[in-house]
């Protein structure tokens, strides 16, 4: 089974960076697409970001495009999120998600697509 481990979270201050891995032991993620979720206190879970297992496709959320990306590194079974001019409203928990049965050139920021899913890292922006 697909596990999941989010990493590099912290507190950061407004116009920071941060950057996030979601790394997979056992599993290869080279046939996954990896999708960045996140669910701030009191709101529901957001898509933010995702990426197709090829590679070749990212969707976005207009909340965060041009200051996220993100990148897979399959040499090190890693996919991560750089977040960069940061503001108090990304204050959220963050969960990286797998879906498998995606075509490999499909990135969606639909959760209900999503097999897998990590235990999430925090992420505070605030002076």
């Known amino acids: 089974q697909l596990q999941l481990v989010e990493s590099g979270g912290g507190l950061v201050q407004p116009g920071g960076s941060l950057r996030l891995s979601c790394a997979a032991s056992s599993v290869t993620l080279d046939f996954y697409a990896i999708g960045w979720f996140r669910q701030a206190p009191g709101k529901e879970r957001e898509g933010v970001i995702c990426i197709s297992s090829s590679g070749a496709s990212t969707n976005y959320a207009d909340s965060v495009k041009g200051r996220f990306t993100i990148s897979r590194d399959n040499a090190h079974n890693t996919v991560y999120l750089q977040m960069n001019s940061l503001k108090p409203e990304d204050t959220a928990v963050y969960y990286c998600?797998?879906?498998?049965?995606?075509?490999?050139?499909?990135?969606?920021?639909?959760?209900?697509?999503?097999?897998?899913w990590g235990q999430g890292t925090q992420v505070t922006v605030s002076s």
């Open positions: 998600a797998a879906a498998a049965a995606l075509p490999k050139n499909t990135a969606t920021l639909d959760a209900l697509s999503f097999d897998s």
